[in-house]
C-alpha cells in the first residue's frame, strides 16, 4: 500500500499550512485515516483522524483541535491536514497513516494504524 505526503516545509508562527497524501482508492473507501506527529524526542502522537462512515466523523488531539482541519477528497483519493495558526511545538515530522478499521472512533494512537506514509518534515520558526 502506497501513501504519497507532499506539503511539507518551514512555516512562520501563526501562519498555515496544509499537507496532502494520495492513497489507494481501496483502503480510501474503506478505512479510517489519520495523521500522526512526531516531535524530536518524543513518540508519535496521533493528531487527528477521520472515520470511513458516512459523516466521515473527524477527531483531533487537544493540542490541535480548533486549529487543524482534517478532510478528504474522495475525486482524487486524496487525504489533507489544513493546519492554522500554528506553533512553534507544532514543529515535526507528519505522517498520514490507513486505519485497521473503518471508525468511529479512530483516534487510538500507534497501535490503530496500519500504514505509514514516509513523512513530510514541518517546521514553525520565525
Known amino acids: 500500500v502506497q501513501l504519497v505526503e507532499s506539503g511539507g516545509g518551514l512555516v512562520q508562527p501563526g501562519g498555515s499550512l496544509r499537507l496532502s497524501c494520495t492513497v489507494s482508492r481501496l483502503h480510501f473507501e474503506r478505512r479510517a485515516m489519520g495523521w500522526f506527529r512526531q516531535v524530536p524526542g518524543k513518540e508519535r502522537e496521533q493528531v487527528a483522524c477521520i472515520s470511513a462512515n458516512d459523516d466521515g466523523t473527524t477527531e483531533y488531539d487537544r493540542s490541535v483541535r480548533g486549529r487543524f482541519t482534517i478532510s478528504k477528497d474522495s475525486s482524487t483519493n486524496t487525504l489533507y491536514l489544513t493546519a492554522t495558526n500554528m506553533r512553534p511545538e507544532d514543529t515535526g515530522v507528519y505522517y498520514c497513516?490507513?486505519?485497521?478499521?473503518?471508525?468511529?472512533?479512530?483516534?487510538?494512537?500507534?497501535?490503530?494504524?496500519?500504514?505509514w506514509g514516509q513523512g513530510a518534515q514541518v517546521t514553525v520558526s520565525s
Open positions: 497513516t490507513i486505519g485497521k478499521g473503518r471508525g468511529p472512533p479512530c483516534l487510538y494512537g500507534e497501535r490503530w494504524a496500519e500504514f
